[in-house]
Structure formats: C-alpha cells, structure tokens
C-alpha cells in the first residue's frame, strides 16, 4: 500500500512543487506526476527486497511455516509495475485537483488511510469479511485490493490467496483503465498549469 499512497501524495503535489519549471519551460506536463510516481517506484525496490528477505527469516523461525521461493516470486517485478501504472493513473487525476485546489493535501492523507483500511492491506479480505456483508464484493474487486492479493499470491505459500490469471487480468485491467482515464483527465487542462 505504501507505493500506492507515496505516488498518489506525491502526484497530488507535483504541480504546485513544479510550478517554476512548468512556468519556465514548454514540455508535456504529464512528464511531472509521472516522475514523481517513477521516483516513487525506484524508492519501492528496496522495500520490496527487503519484503523478500523477511519471508524468508520469518519461515525460518520456530513454529512458522516453511516458506520456499517458488516460481511465482518471479513476478513480484511484474506486480510491481502493473501497480505502478495503476497509480501513475491516480496520481494524475490527483495533479490535476491538486494544480486546481492544493488544500486538497491537506485531506489525502485522511483519505488515504481510510482506503489503507478499505483495501485489506491490514487483513485478508476474503478471510475476515463475512459473506452475508453486501459490501464484499466491493471490496474484494477494489483496485487496490486487487494488487494486494496480486503481491500475496505472488509470494506463494497461501492456500486462502491462488495465483489466477484472473487476479492478473482484473489487475492489468485496472492499470490501463486508470491510466488511460487519468491521463486523459491530466492532459484536458494541460495548458492551465503554471498560469495564474
């Protein structure tokens, strides 16, 4: 979760902390959040290392499970990416309110951890939410509770959590629609931002 919302806080700011350079030079302004949220990415690699090196202690430990790498660690890099892309889309929507009304950073982060919460990232939504819960179904197919069970499922060893192509089209598909939506949202007021 924590890619999710550095990128998207990030991204919300990008306007406003580049004002100067938007103002002083003719370039796609899309070049702004997107770098902030592939700065945010190259900042993820080491957490996501560090992730790896403490599933495999913990399996060690006494009276955990053993945790084997599997193949399907292989495409943690590739969920990496897909959530990058999915937040590369958030992240422009955000620059554009951001650029209109910069108060607005000042709630994300109220925002932010309600959907910290909303997105499972502290419990297994499939686990915890009872099945009479109308609201489950939302939940489960959420976006960003999509990449976190695309990361579970990754690292294996979770009988609760299958590897599906299915988890992997919901998330491709999410990636490209945000992208693609947010894009087009940041890009209809491109020429708007840096003016007065």
Request: glycine share 6%.
């Amino acid at each position: 979760y924590s890619l999710f919302q550095t990128s998207v806080m990030s991204g919300l700011n990008s306007v406003p902390t580049n004002l100067q350079l938007i103002r002083s030079h003719k370039f796609p302004r899309a070049v702004v959040p997107l770098a902030t949220v592939m700065t945010e990415t190259v900042l993820f690699a080491p957490i996501l290392v560090a992730m790896i090196v403490v599933v495999l202690v913990t399996g060690v430990l006494p009276g955990m499970g053993a945790v084997i790498p599997t193949w399907s660690w292989l495409l943690l890099p590739f969920a990496a990416v897909l959530l990058a892309v999915f937040s590369a889309g958030v992240a422009m929507f955000f620059a554009r309110l951001g650029a209109r009304a910069p108060d607005i950073a000042n709630a994300m982060p109220f925002i932010l951890t309600l959907g910290r919460y909303a997105s499972g990232a502290m419990f297994l939504i499939s686990a915890m939410v009872p099945d009479e819960l109308w609201l489950k179904p939302l939940l489960l197919h959420q976006p960003v509770a999509i990449y976190l069970e695309l990361f579970r499922a990754a690292f294996g060893n979770e009988p609760l959590i299958p590897m599906t192509a299915g988890l992997w089209l919901e998330a491709t598909a999410w990636a490209v629609g945000v992208f693609a939506i947010g894009f087009l949202y940041f890009w209809r007021a491109e020429e708007t931002y840096g003016r007065d």
